[in-house]
Protein backbone atom coordinates (compact mmCIF):
# COMPACT_ATOMS: atom_id res chain seq x y z
CA UNK A 1 0.00 0.00 0.00
CA UNK A 2 0.95 3.18 -0.84
CA UNK A 3 2.39 5.56 2.34
CA UNK A 4 -0.71 8.32 1.31
CA UNK A 5 -3.13 5.04 1.51
CA UNK A 6 -1.78 3.53 4.58
CA UNK A 7 -2.04 6.97 6.36
CA UNK A 8 -6.06 7.81 5.34
CA UNK A 9 -6.58 4.56 6.55
CA UNK A 10 -4.77 5.35 10.11
CA UNK A 11 -6.88 8.34 9.67
CA UNK A 12 -10.21 6.76 9.46
CA UNK A 13 -9.62 3.69 11.93
CA UNK A 14 -8.18 6.04 14.47
CA UNK A 15 -10.91 8.95 14.36
CA UNK A 16 -14.28 7.01 14.01
CA UNK A 17 -17.71 8.65 13.28
CA UNK A 18 -15.99 12.08 11.70
CA UNK A 19 -17.12 11.85 8.41
CA UNK A 20 -16.16 15.53 7.71
CA UNK A 21 -12.22 15.15 8.82
CA UNK A 22 -11.86 12.24 6.91
CA UNK A 23 -13.04 14.22 3.64
CA UNK A 24 -11.00 16.54 4.16
CA UNK A 25 -8.47 14.48 5.12
CA UNK A 26 -8.79 12.39 1.67
CA UNK A 27 -9.09 15.48 -0.45
CA UNK A 28 -5.63 16.94 1.13
CA UNK A 29 -3.93 13.30 0.84
CA UNK A 30 -5.37 12.90 -2.62
CA UNK A 31 -3.52 15.65 -4.06
CA UNK A 32 0.10 15.17 -2.51
CA UNK A 33 -0.08 11.56 -4.03
CA UNK A 34 2.77 12.80 -6.62
CA UNK A 35 4.93 15.12 -3.84
CA UNK A 36 5.05 12.39 -1.52
CA UNK A 37 6.28 9.77 -4.00
CA UNK A 38 9.12 11.99 -4.53
CA UNK A 39 10.01 12.16 -1.30
CA UNK A 40 8.37 8.81 0.39
CA UNK A 41 11.19 7.39 1.93
CA UNK A 42 12.05 10.48 4.30
CA UNK A 43 8.46 11.83 4.95
CA UNK A 44 7.54 7.89 5.85
CA UNK A 45 10.72 7.70 8.19
CA UNK A 46 9.34 10.76 9.86
CA UNK A 47 6.23 9.72 10.25
CA UNK A 48 5.48 13.32 8.69
CA UNK A 49 1.84 12.70 7.16
CA UNK A 50 0.58 10.83 10.05
CA UNK A 51 2.09 13.90 12.51
CA UNK A 52 0.50 16.32 9.69
CA UNK A 53 -3.26 14.42 10.02
CA UNK A 54 -2.49 14.21 14.04
CA UNK A 55 -3.83 17.47 16.04
CA UNK A 56 -0.87 18.69 18.13
CA UNK A 57 -3.07 19.23 21.08
CA UNK A 58 -7.66 18.89 21.28
CA UNK A 59 -9.27 20.92 24.59
CA UNK A 60 -12.55 19.36 25.08
CA UNK A 61 -14.93 21.21 27.64
CA UNK A 62 -18.17 21.71 29.80
CA UNK A 63 -19.59 25.26 29.14
CA UNK A 64 -22.33 25.73 31.68
CA UNK A 65 -23.98 28.83 31.86
CA UNK A 66 -27.76 30.20 32.56
CA UNK A 67 -30.37 31.71 30.44
CA UNK A 68 -32.64 34.40 30.69
CA UNK A 69 -35.21 32.06 33.10
CA UNK A 70 -32.85 31.38 35.15
CA UNK A 71 -32.02 27.55 33.62
CA UNK A 72 -28.93 26.34 33.29
CA UNK A 73 -27.60 25.18 30.10
CA UNK A 74 -24.86 23.30 29.18
CA UNK A 75 -22.48 22.73 26.28
CA UNK A 76 -20.06 20.89 24.73
CA UNK A 77 -16.65 23.80 24.44
CA UNK A 78 -13.71 22.45 21.68
CA UNK A 79 -10.21 24.22 20.80
CA UNK A 80 -8.44 22.13 18.21
CA UNK A 81 -4.44 23.27 18.00
CA UNK A 82 -3.62 21.82 15.22
CA UNK A 83 -0.60 22.74 13.77
CA UNK A 84 2.12 25.09 15.02
CA UNK A 85 4.85 25.24 12.76
CA UNK A 86 5.05 28.29 11.04
CA UNK A 87 3.18 30.39 14.00
CA UNK A 88 0.77 30.61 16.51
CA UNK A 89 -2.66 28.72 16.39
CA UNK A 90 -5.23 30.99 14.08
CA UNK A 91 -8.52 30.09 13.36
CA UNK A 92 -12.39 30.65 14.25
CA UNK A 93 -14.76 29.85 16.93
CA UNK A 94 -18.20 28.46 15.12
CA UNK A 95 -21.13 28.09 17.65
CA UNK A 96 -23.74 26.28 15.94
CA UNK A 97 -25.96 23.22 16.81
CA UNK A 98 -23.89 20.75 14.31
CA UNK A 99 -20.53 21.13 15.99
CA UNK A 100 -18.72 18.15 17.12
CA UNK A 101 -15.19 17.16 17.17
CA UNK A 102 -15.29 15.98 13.80
CA UNK A 103 -16.20 19.15 12.14
CA UNK A 104 -13.72 21.08 14.21
CA UNK A 105 -10.87 18.59 13.29
CA UNK A 106 -11.71 19.13 9.91
CA UNK A 107 -11.90 23.03 9.99
CA UNK A 108 -9.10 22.42 12.16
CA UNK A 109 -6.87 20.63 8.86
CA UNK A 110 -8.28 22.73 5.93
CA UNK A 111 -6.95 26.12 8.13
CA UNK A 112 -3.42 24.48 8.21
CA UNK A 113 -3.13 24.69 4.98
CA UNK A 114 -5.12 28.14 4.00
CA UNK A 115 -3.09 30.00 6.91
CA UNK A 116 0.38 28.55 4.83
CA UNK A 117 -0.79 29.73 1.25
CA UNK A 118 -1.53 33.18 2.72
CA UNK A 119 2.29 33.61 3.06
CA UNK A 120 1.82 35.04 6.26
CA UNK A 121 3.35 33.62 9.92
CA UNK A 122 -0.02 31.74 11.05
CA UNK A 123 -0.25 27.88 12.55
CA UNK A 124 -3.73 25.95 11.66
CA UNK A 125 -6.41 25.85 14.78
CA UNK A 126 -10.33 25.58 14.76
CA UNK A 127 -13.05 25.37 17.85
CA UNK A 128 -15.85 25.92 18.52
CA UNK A 129 -19.33 24.81 20.59
CA UNK A 130 -22.84 23.46 19.85
CA UNK A 131 -24.28 26.58 21.67
CA UNK A 132 -27.13 27.82 19.32
CA UNK A 133 -26.89 31.38 19.00
CA UNK A 134 -30.45 31.72 17.21
CA UNK A 135 -33.23 33.45 19.39
CA UNK A 136 -31.31 34.28 22.14
CA UNK A 137 -30.99 37.74 24.17
CA UNK A 138 -28.00 39.44 23.83
CA UNK A 139 -27.83 39.52 27.86
CA UNK A 140 -27.98 35.14 27.09
CA UNK A 141 -25.02 35.18 24.63
CA UNK A 142 -22.86 37.25 26.51
CA UNK A 143 -23.47 34.65 29.57
CA UNK A 144 -22.24 31.95 27.05
CA UNK A 145 -19.24 33.57 25.97
CA UNK A 146 -17.87 34.45 29.19
CA UNK A 147 -18.23 30.96 30.46
CA UNK A 148 -16.60 29.97 27.21
CA UNK A 149 -13.82 32.24 27.66
CA UNK A 150 -13.50 30.79 31.87
CA UNK A 151 -11.75 27.83 29.62
CA UNK A 152 -10.81 28.49 26.52
CA UNK A 153 -8.35 31.52 28.15
CA UNK A 154 -5.93 29.37 30.14
CA UNK A 155 -4.99 27.83 26.25
CA UNK A 156 -4.69 31.23 23.90
CA UNK A 157 -2.63 34.30 23.57
CA UNK A 158 -1.03 36.45 21.39
CA UNK A 159 1.46 34.60 20.74
CA UNK A 160 -0.28 31.13 21.48
CA UNK A 161 -3.37 30.65 20.01
CA UNK A 162 -5.46 33.35 18.41
CA UNK A 163 -9.41 32.81 17.87
CA UNK A 164 -11.22 34.79 15.89
CA UNK A 165 -15.18 34.61 14.32
CA UNK A 166 -16.84 31.70 11.98
CA UNK A 167 -20.64 30.56 11.77
CA UNK A 168 -22.44 32.01 14.45
CA UNK A 169 -19.61 34.21 15.91
CA UNK A 170 -19.35 37.57 14.55
CA UNK A 171 -18.26 41.17 16.55
CA UNK A 172 -20.90 40.89 19.42
CA UNK A 173 -19.04 37.44 20.29
CA UNK A 174 -15.70 38.56 19.95
CA UNK A 175 -16.41 41.65 22.52
CA UNK A 176 -18.00 39.52 25.12
CA UNK A 177 -15.25 36.83 24.46
CA UNK A 178 -12.46 39.70 24.46
CA UNK A 179 -13.94 41.40 27.97
CA UNK A 180 -13.41 38.30 29.71
CA UNK A 181 -10.56 37.45 28.42
CA UNK A 182 -9.09 40.72 29.37
CA UNK A 183 -10.77 40.78 32.87
CA UNK A 184 -9.66 37.31 33.36
CA UNK A 185 -5.78 38.07 32.60
CA UNK A 186 -5.73 41.47 33.79
CA UNK A 187 -3.95 42.67 30.91
CA UNK A 188 -4.89 44.43 27.86
CA UNK A 189 -3.91 41.76 25.40
CA UNK A 190 -5.21 43.13 21.86
CA UNK A 191 -3.86 40.47 19.95
CA UNK A 192 -5.32 37.14 21.52
CA UNK A 193 -8.28 37.65 19.56
CA UNK A 194 -9.18 39.08 15.71
CA UNK A 195 -12.30 40.50 14.34
CA UNK A 196 -12.69 42.69 17.33
CA UNK A 197 -14.23 46.11 17.10
CA UNK A 198 -12.65 49.48 15.87
CA UNK A 199 -13.00 50.75 19.24
CA UNK A 200 -10.68 48.35 21.00
CA UNK A 201 -8.22 47.15 18.43
CA UNK A 202 -10.05 45.89 14.99
CA UNK A 203 -8.95 46.35 11.62
CA UNK A 204 -10.67 48.00 9.03
CA UNK A 205 -11.97 46.12 6.46
CA UNK A 206 -11.55 42.81 8.35
CA UNK A 207 -15.30 42.54 8.07
CA UNK A 208 -15.41 42.69 4.69
CA UNK A 209 -12.14 40.49 3.98
CA UNK A 210 -13.32 36.84 3.68
CA UNK A 211 -16.44 38.14 0.85
CA UNK A 212 -13.92 40.82 -0.92
CA UNK A 213 -10.61 38.57 -0.86
CA UNK A 214 -13.16 35.73 -2.86
CA UNK A 215 -13.94 38.36 -5.33
CA UNK A 216 -10.98 39.53 -5.63
CA UNK A 217 -10.38 36.00 -6.42
CA UNK A 218 -12.71 35.35 -8.80
CA UNK A 219 -11.41 38.73 -10.80
CA UNK A 220 -7.95 37.39 -11.12
CA UNK A 221 -9.00 33.42 -11.74
CA UNK A 222 -11.05 34.38 -14.36
CA UNK A 223 -8.81 36.96 -16.01
CA UNK A 224 -5.81 34.13 -16.18
CA UNK A 225 -8.57 32.20 -17.93
CA UNK A 226 -9.07 34.42 -20.36
CA UNK A 227 -12.78 35.37 -18.89
CA UNK A 228 -14.06 38.66 -17.31
CA UNK A 229 -16.15 39.33 -14.26
CA UNK A 230 -18.06 42.35 -15.19
CA UNK A 231 -21.32 41.68 -16.67
CA UNK A 232 -21.44 38.22 -15.28
CA UNK A 233 -24.42 36.39 -13.02
CA UNK A 234 -23.23 35.47 -9.63
CA UNK A 235 -24.89 32.78 -7.27
CA UNK A 236 -24.44 32.69 -4.08
CA UNK A 237 -25.70 31.10 -0.93
CA UNK A 238 -25.67 32.01 2.28
CA UNK A 239 -26.85 35.55 4.08
CA UNK A 240 -24.21 35.75 6.64
CA UNK A 241 -20.76 37.62 6.89
CA UNK A 242 -18.98 36.09 3.87
CA UNK A 243 -22.30 36.23 1.75
CA UNK A 244 -23.04 39.53 2.26
CA UNK A 245 -19.44 40.74 1.52
CA UNK A 246 -19.03 38.81 -1.43
CA UNK A 247 -22.47 40.21 -2.64
CA UNK A 248 -20.99 43.63 -1.90
CA UNK A 249 -17.66 42.96 -3.74
CA UNK A 250 -19.26 41.69 -6.77
CA UNK A 251 -21.48 44.49 -7.66
CA UNK A 252 -18.53 47.21 -7.21
CA UNK A 253 -16.76 44.34 -9.60
CA UNK A 254 -19.24 44.87 -12.43
CA UNK A 255 -21.65 41.43 -11.59
CA UNK A 256 -24.88 41.03 -10.76
CA UNK A 257 -25.17 38.59 -7.80
CA UNK A 258 -28.69 37.31 -8.21
CA UNK A 259 -29.15 34.91 -5.07
CA UNK A 260 -28.88 34.35 -1.18
CA UNK A 261 -29.86 31.91 1.32
CA UNK A 262 -30.44 30.86 4.68
CA UNK A 263 -30.93 27.66 6.65
CA UNK A 264 -34.67 28.49 6.13
CA UNK A 265 -34.45 29.07 1.97
CA UNK A 266 -33.34 30.79 -0.76
CA UNK A 267 -33.94 33.89 -2.53
CA UNK A 268 -33.88 34.78 -6.53
CA UNK A 269 -33.60 38.33 -7.12
CA UNK A 270 -34.01 38.67 -10.91
CA UNK A 271 -33.20 42.46 -9.68
CA UNK A 272 -29.97 41.54 -8.03
CA UNK A 273 -29.75 41.09 -4.46
CA UNK A 274 -30.43 44.41 -2.06
CA UNK A 275 -27.26 44.43 -0.26
CA UNK A 276 -28.70 47.18 1.88
CA UNK A 277 -31.73 45.19 2.76
CA UNK A 278 -29.56 42.05 3.15
CA UNK A 279 -27.23 44.02 5.95
CA UNK A 280 -30.48 45.26 7.62
CA UNK A 281 -32.20 42.14 7.55
CA UNK A 282 -29.47 39.85 8.67
CA UNK A 283 -26.93 42.54 10.54
CA UNK A 284 -29.19 44.77 12.35
CA UNK A 285 -32.31 42.54 12.98
CA UNK A 286 -30.94 39.26 12.84
CA UNK A 287 -33.95 37.69 10.67
CA UNK A 288 -35.13 35.35 8.51
CA UNK A 289 -34.41 35.90 4.47
CA UNK A 290 -38.63 35.66 4.49
CA UNK A 291 -37.75 39.59 5.70
CA UNK A 292 -35.99 40.25 2.51
CA UNK A 293 -39.03 39.01 -0.05
CA UNK A 294 -41.91 40.99 2.19
CA UNK A 295 -39.61 43.84 1.57
CA UNK A 296 -38.58 43.46 -1.90
CA UNK A 297 -41.83 42.25 -4.72
CA UNK A 298 -39.90 41.54 -7.08
CA UNK A 299 -37.66 38.99 -5.35
CA UNK A 300 -38.84 34.81 -5.05
CA UNK A 301 -38.67 33.16 -1.89
CA UNK A 302 -38.02 29.53 -2.28
CA UNK A 303 -38.11 27.39 1.06
CA UNK A 304 -35.63 25.10 1.92
CA UNK A 305 -32.91 23.97 -0.66
CA UNK A 306 -32.45 24.36 -4.09
CA UNK A 307 -30.03 27.77 -5.02
CA UNK A 308 -27.81 26.04 -7.32
CA UNK A 309 -30.94 25.45 -9.73
CA UNK A 310 -30.58 29.30 -10.30
CA UNK A 311 -29.21 29.94 -13.93
CA UNK A 312 -25.65 31.95 -12.92
CA UNK A 313 -22.15 31.89 -14.96
CA UNK A 314 -20.58 31.83 -11.77
CA UNK A 315 -21.48 30.10 -8.30
CA UNK A 316 -20.27 31.02 -4.91
CA UNK A 317 -20.83 28.64 -1.89
CA UNK A 318 -20.42 30.69 1.34
CA UNK A 319 -22.61 29.23 4.31
CA UNK A 320 -21.25 25.89 5.47
CA UNK A 321 -20.00 22.62 4.19
CA UNK A 322 -21.18 20.06 1.88
CA UNK A 323 -23.92 22.50 0.86
CA UNK A 324 -23.19 21.83 -3.02
CA UNK A 325 -23.63 18.36 -4.17
CA UNK A 326 -23.35 15.79 -7.12
CA UNK A 327 -26.72 16.93 -8.33
CA UNK A 328 -25.99 20.34 -7.65
CA UNK A 329 -23.19 20.40 -9.73
CA UNK A 330 -24.82 18.56 -12.52
CA UNK A 331 -27.70 21.82 -12.16
CA UNK A 332 -24.88 24.35 -12.71
CA UNK A 333 -23.07 22.57 -15.25
CA UNK A 334 -26.55 22.35 -17.34
CA UNK A 335 -27.19 25.86 -16.61
CA UNK A 336 -23.61 26.79 -18.22
CA UNK A 337 -22.23 27.93 -15.04
CA UNK A 338 -18.56 28.18 -15.89
CA UNK A 339 -16.68 28.68 -12.41
CA UNK A 340 -17.25 27.95 -8.78
CA UNK A 341 -15.50 29.33 -5.83
CA UNK A 342 -15.54 28.38 -2.54
CA UNK A 343 -16.59 30.98 -0.31
CA UNK A 344 -17.13 28.45 2.91
CA UNK A 345 -15.13 25.53 4.32
CA UNK A 346 -15.54 22.02 2.35
CA UNK A 347 -18.86 23.68 0.94
CA UNK A 348 -18.77 21.04 -2.02
CA UNK A 349 -18.18 17.40 -1.69
CA UNK A 350 -15.67 15.46 -3.49
CA UNK A 351 -17.96 14.10 -5.91
CA UNK A 352 -18.87 17.18 -6.79
CA UNK A 353 -15.86 18.73 -7.10
CA UNK A 354 -14.64 16.31 -9.46
CA UNK A 355 -17.27 16.55 -11.60
CA UNK A 356 -17.12 20.01 -12.10
CA UNK A 357 -13.32 19.71 -12.85
CA UNK A 358 -14.32 16.89 -15.53
CA UNK A 359 -16.77 18.99 -17.03
CA UNK A 360 -13.99 22.49 -17.76
CA UNK A 361 -15.68 23.78 -14.85
CA UNK A 362 -12.86 26.16 -13.24
CA UNK A 363 -12.62 25.37 -9.11
CA UNK A 364 -11.37 27.05 -6.66
CA UNK A 365 -11.36 25.39 -3.28
CA UNK A 366 -11.75 27.42 -0.11
CA UNK A 367 -8.47 27.14 1.63
CA UNK A 368 -7.34 29.67 -1.44
CA UNK A 369 -10.49 31.54 -1.90
CA UNK A 370 -11.76 32.14 1.58
CA UNK A 371 -8.34 33.14 2.82
CA UNK A 372 -8.73 36.75 2.83
CA UNK A 373 -10.51 36.39 6.43
CA UNK A 374 -7.59 34.56 7.90
CA UNK A 375 -5.26 36.71 6.30
CA UNK A 376 -6.43 39.71 7.52
CA UNK A 377 -7.03 38.59 11.01
CA UNK A 378 -2.79 38.10 10.46
CA UNK A 379 -2.95 42.00 9.62
CA UNK A 380 -4.85 42.72 12.36
CA UNK A 381 -2.42 40.96 14.64
CA UNK A 382 0.46 43.16 13.19
CA UNK A 383 -1.49 46.22 14.08
CA UNK A 384 -2.21 45.30 17.31
CA UNK A 385 1.43 44.51 17.52
CA UNK A 386 2.80 47.96 16.77
CA UNK A 387 -0.14 49.84 18.51
CA UNK A 388 -0.92 51.53 15.35
CA UNK A 389 -4.25 51.32 12.65
CA UNK A 390 -3.79 50.93 9.13
CA UNK A 391 -6.39 52.92 6.88
CA UNK A 392 -9.27 51.08 5.20
CA UNK A 393 -7.55 51.10 1.68
CA UNK A 394 -4.25 49.90 3.05
CA UNK A 395 -6.18 46.99 4.66
CA UNK A 396 -7.73 46.00 1.24
CA UNK A 397 -4.63 46.60 -0.75
CA UNK A 398 -3.01 44.68 1.00
CA UNK A 399 -5.70 41.65 0.88
CA UNK A 400 -5.64 42.34 -2.81
CA UNK A 401 -2.16 41.53 -2.96
CA UNK A 402 -2.72 39.10 -0.85
CA UNK A 403 -5.22 36.96 -3.18
CA UNK A 404 -3.49 37.41 -6.31
CA UNK A 405 -0.16 35.77 -4.66
CA UNK A 406 -2.74 32.75 -3.54
CA UNK A 407 -3.63 32.37 -7.07
CA UNK A 408 -0.39 32.33 -8.43
CA UNK A 409 1.10 30.30 -5.69
CA UNK A 410 -1.89 27.82 -6.22
CA UNK A 411 -1.35 27.80 -10.38
CA UNK A 412 2.23 27.76 -10.04
CA UNK A 413 2.36 24.34 -7.74
CA UNK A 414 -0.18 23.24 -10.09
CA UNK A 415 1.95 23.44 -13.29
CA UNK A 416 5.20 22.65 -11.81
CA UNK A 417 3.82 18.93 -10.93
CA UNK A 418 1.91 18.55 -14.31
CA UNK A 419 -1.54 19.73 -13.00
CA UNK A 420 -2.37 22.86 -14.78
CA UNK A 421 -5.88 24.67 -13.97
CA UNK A 422 -5.91 21.69 -11.23
CA UNK A 423 -6.11 24.11 -7.89
CA UNK A 424 -7.13 21.71 -5.36
CA UNK A 425 -3.99 19.89 -6.26
CA UNK A 426 -1.88 23.42 -6.78
CA UNK A 427 -3.43 24.55 -2.94
CA UNK A 428 -2.50 21.83 -1.12
CA UNK A 429 0.51 21.50 -3.01
CA UNK A 430 1.69 24.84 -2.19
CA UNK A 431 0.03 24.71 1.10
CA UNK A 432 1.58 21.74 2.28
CA UNK A 433 4.84 22.46 1.20
CA UNK A 434 5.93 25.31 3.39
CA UNK A 435 4.23 23.58 6.29
CA UNK A 436 6.28 20.16 5.86
CA UNK A 437 9.30 22.17 5.62
CA UNK A 438 9.10 24.04 8.78
CA UNK A 439 7.94 20.78 10.58
CA UNK A 440 11.51 19.03 9.16
CA UNK A 441 13.16 21.73 9.89
CA UNK A 442 12.02 21.78 13.72
CA UNK A 443 12.40 18.44 14.19
CA UNK A 444 10.31 15.32 16.22
CA UNK A 445 8.22 17.79 17.56
P1 LIG B 1 -22.39 33.41 9.44
O1 LIG B 1 -22.81 32.79 10.70
O2 LIG B 1 -22.22 34.88 9.36
O3 LIG B 1 -23.37 32.98 8.26
C1 LIG B 1 -23.57 31.64 7.95
C2 LIG B 1 -24.62 31.56 6.85
O4 LIG B 1 -24.70 30.22 6.38
C3 LIG B 1 -26.01 31.91 7.35
O5 LIG B 1 -26.75 32.45 6.29
C4 LIG B 1 -26.56 30.56 7.76
O6 LIG B 1 -27.98 30.48 7.75
C5 LIG B 1 -25.97 29.65 6.71
N1 LIG B 1 -25.77 28.32 7.29
C6 LIG B 1 -24.97 27.99 8.32
N2 LIG B 1 -25.05 26.70 8.62
C7 LIG B 1 -25.94 26.19 7.75
C8 LIG B 1 -26.44 24.91 7.55
N3 LIG B 1 -26.05 23.88 8.30
N4 LIG B 1 -27.33 24.75 6.53
C9 LIG B 1 -27.72 25.80 5.77
N5 LIG B 1 -27.28 27.05 5.93
C10 LIG B 1 -26.39 27.24 6.90
O7 LIG B 1 -21.02 32.66 9.04
P2 LIG B 1 -19.90 33.12 7.99
O8 LIG B 1 -20.50 33.87 6.87
O9 LIG B 1 -18.81 33.72 8.76
O10 LIG B 1 -19.36 31.69 7.49
C11 LIG B 1 -19.86 31.06 6.31
C12 LIG B 1 -18.85 30.05 5.83
O11 LIG B 1 -17.63 30.71 5.52
C13 LIG B 1 -18.47 28.96 6.82
O12 LIG B 1 -18.18 27.78 6.12
C14 LIG B 1 -17.19 29.49 7.44
O13 LIG B 1 -16.39 28.45 7.97
C15 LIG B 1 -16.54 30.12 6.23
N6 LIG B 1 -15.52 31.13 6.46
C16 LIG B 1 -15.76 32.22 7.24
C17 LIG B 1 -14.78 33.18 7.40
C18 LIG B 1 -15.01 34.42 8.17
O14 LIG B 1 -14.11 35.26 8.20
N7 LIG B 1 -16.16 34.64 8.78
C19 LIG B 1 -13.45 33.03 6.81
C20 LIG B 1 -13.33 31.87 5.95
C21 LIG B 1 -14.33 30.97 5.81
P3 LIG B 1 -28.79 30.55 9.14
O15 LIG B 1 -28.63 31.95 9.62
O16 LIG B 1 -30.17 30.17 8.79
O17 LIG B 1 -28.12 29.54 10.05
O1 LIG C 1 -12.29 29.75 8.30
C1 LIG C 1 -11.64 30.79 8.52
O2 LIG C 1 -10.59 31.02 7.91
C2 LIG C 1 -12.16 31.76 9.48
N1 LIG C 1 -13.24 31.54 10.01
C3 LIG C 1 -11.37 32.98 9.82
C4 LIG C 1 -10.32 32.66 10.85
C5 LIG C 1 -9.57 33.83 11.41
O3 LIG C 1 -8.73 33.55 12.28
O4 LIG C 1 -9.77 34.97 11.02
Redesign the pocket.
Known amino acids: MSYVDEVFARVVAQNPAQPEFHQAVQEVLNSLRIVIERNEEAYRRDALLERLTTPERQILFRVPWVDDKGQVQVNNGYRVQFNGAIGPYKG?L?F?P?VNLGVIKF?GFEQVFKNSLTGLPIGGGKGGSDFDP?GKSDREIMAFCQSFMNELYKHIGQDVDVP???????AREIGYLFGQYKRLRNAYEAGVLT?KGLSYGGSLARKQ??GYGLLYMTEELLRWNGKELFGKTVAVS??????IYAIEKAWQLGAKPVTC????GWIYDPDGIDVALLKDV?EVRRA?LTAYAEARPNAEYHPGKGVWTAKCDIALP????N?LLLDDAKALVANGCFAVLE???M?TSLDATEYLQSNGVLFCP?KAS?AG??ATSALEMSQNSERLSWSFEEVDAKLKGIMVNIFHNMDDAARQYGMEGNYVAGANIAGFLKVADAMIAQGIV
Not at 164 to 170: M, P
Open positions: GRHSLKAGDIGVGGATGAGNVASDSSKRCATQEGANPGNGV
